[in-house]
């Protein structure tokens, strides 16, 4: 079947330092990969789009410069949270878009927590 | 602006008994797909709908989809305690997700 593998699982760190969050797809490709961000009993919300080789799409109101997307190469997106606050603690998805079925497949989820 | 709702956003049952949460959307897609998540952890994907008068039934979950009328359901039969969990429907427009509001299942014995 087809794996994301999120890695943290869970991160504490402190207020103005920057956190990494990787995303692999593990055995198949994807050149589009999402980002979501769910805050306590509520839904995902889609932060913003991953492609490969080129620019991350942003969704309206999510800070670019912010919230840094690398998708480098087929196989791995990562997200950094830069100058972290604590308003930045939430829950974090990454989603890998498959080539080969075209169905979305979730990593387990990076839990952020800002001192 | 795509949107997403869930009906009803909480619900408790006891065991034994029979359910349906109800998914609408506000655009055109023959693509929906239904999660759970159980506190804590990500998503687990449970069915994928991909035509209008998709029905998929896993256990004692179906789902079923109307593209038509913009619904898709999720149908509990006999709840089980084992069931509690807060339940998503996505709707794929154009290979961007647009997740419903989520329905917290709590079943209670």
């Known amino acids: 079947g087809a794996v994301v593998s999120q890695h943290p699982s869970w991160v504490i760190c402190k207020s103005g330092t920057s956190v990494k969050i990787e995303c692999r797809s593990l055995?198949?490709?994807?050149?589009?990969m999402f980002w979501y961000r769910q805050f306590p009993k509520q839904s995902l919300m889609l932060m913003a789009t991953s492609n490969e080789g080129s620019k991350a799409t942003y969704e309206q109101g999510v800070e670019k410069d912010k919230f840094l997307i690398n998708h480098a190469s087929l196989t791995l997106s990562t997200l950094t949270v830069t100058s972290a606050h604590p308003e930045d603690s939430s829950f974090y998805i990454c989603s890998a878009l498959s080539l080969r079925d075209g169905h979305q497949y979730f990593g387990a989820g990076t839990r952020l927590s800002v001192l | 602006e795509l949107k997403v709702e869930q009906n009803p956003l909480f619900l408790s049952m006891q065991e034994g008994k029979n359910y349906t949460i109800y998914c609408n959307y506000s655009t055109t897609s023959d693509r929906l797909y239904w999660y759970r998540q159980d506190p804590g952890k990500s998503l687990e994907s449970l069915f994928v709908?991909?035509?209008?008068?998709a029905v998929k039934q896993e256990g004692r979950l179906m789902a079923s989809l109307d593209t038509k009328a913009r619904l898709s359901t999720l149908h509990i039969t006999a709840a089980v305690h084992d069931l509690s969990a807060t339940y998503f429907c996505?709707?794929?427009?154009?290979?961007?997700?647009?997740f419903g509001t989520g329905t917290s299942l709590t079943v209670i014995p």
């Open positions: 996505a709707v794929d427009a154009g290979n961007q997700f647009y």
């Open positions: 055995d198949f490709q994807a050149t589009t």
């Open positions: 709908l991909l035509s209008n008068g």
